[in-house]
């Protein structure tokens, strides 16, 4: 069974950088799509960024393009999003995510996951 585990959360300035990571075990990732999804308090969860399994077509949601960037190493089952240029609206639960048999845009938009990790807190505060 498929297991998560999410990293590299934590407190940082505006204008700051973190980069999550996501470690899979139990099952490979080669043939599964993966993403970052996140839930600020009082809101829904919502798509992030999404990769296709062979890294070949992402998603972003609007509000992070340009300054989040996606990938994976499937190699090492692990899957990174880089948070560049961070902002207080940035600040929320990031989860990771994989799913079968979808495209990037249906899983990060309509949410179609097999199976999400824990969870890692990101907030941005001066």
């Known amino acids: 069974q498929l297991q998560l585990v999410e990293s590299g959360g934590g407190l940082v300035q505006p204008g700051g950088s973190l980069r999550l990571s996501c470690t899979a075990s139990g099952s490979t990732l080669d043939y599964l799509a993966v993403g970052w999804f996140r839930q600020a308090p009082g809101e829904e969860r919502e798509g992030v960024s999404c990769i296709s399994p062979s890294g070949g077509s992402t998603y972003y949601a609007d509000s992070v393009k340009g300054r989040f960037t996606i990938s994976r190493d499937n190699a090492e089952i692990t899957m990174y999003l880089q948070m560049n240029s961070l902002k207080p609206e940035d600040t929320a639960v990031y989860y990771c995510?994989?799913?079968?048999?979808?495209?990037?845009?249906?899983?990060?938009?309509?949410?179609?996951?097999?199976?999400w990790g824990q969870g890692t807190q990101v907030t941005v505060s001066p």
């Open positions: 995510a994989a799913a079968r048999y979808t495209t990037v845009q249906a899983m990060c938009v309509r949410g179609l996951v097999k199976s």
